[in-house]
């Protein structure tokens, strides 16, 4: 079965960056299910995977537009400290949510100086190039319901 809009898809990959390193890898793992045409996965990644069977292998190298996006200095933002709810728990490269204008989005801690933090809310991976090693293992018809939920349910039964 070729996968297309609405099929639950289950594939192995690997991402390194541009240097050849490990960024994530199923490896050691269950394959990764994800409902195809649901924006589940990066735009570059689904867009190459359409019309690929199981047992298909590809290589492929996918800019920042494709994937994360590219990095957007007017999401790096310097705040003062006191702000936080628990200032001395704050550490430099530490993961936290922040309130934005668009919600709440996770951040990095990049600087603390002076009693002020800066915060990146760029992905990790924006304005990386991704390249992926993949395998299509899996594809079959999503239920109904994975459908409705745009996402693909356990082999286990539904999880959530
Ligand atoms: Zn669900």
């Known amino acids: 079965m070729e996968i297309s809009d609405g099929k639950a898809v289950h594939i192995d990959y690997t991402l390194r960056n541009d240097k050849g ?52 200095d007017g999401l790096v933002t310097t705040v003062v400290l006191a702000l936080f709810p628990e200032p001395e728990k704050v550490q430099l490269g530490m993961g936290i949510r922040v309130q934005a204008e668009q919600g709440v989005r996770p951040a990095t801690v990049i600087a603390m100086v002076g009693g002020k933090v800066t915060l990146d809310m760029n992905h990790a ?36």
């Open 21 to 72: 390193y490990v960024l994530d890898s199923s490896e050691g793992r269950e394959p990764l299910a994800y409902l195809h045409g649901a924006g589940n996965i990066i735009p570059g990644l689904e867009a190459a995977l359409t019309g690929k069977v199981p047992g298909d292998k590809l290589s492929l190298s996918i800019p920042p537009a494709e994937g994360y996006g590219e990095r957007d």
């Open 125 to 160: 991976l924006a304005g990386q190039t991704l390249h992926f090693d993949v395998e299509v293992m899996d594809v079959k018809d999503a239920s109904e319901e994975e459908q409705a939920h745009g996402h693909v349910h356990g082999a286990h039964g539904h999880a959530h």
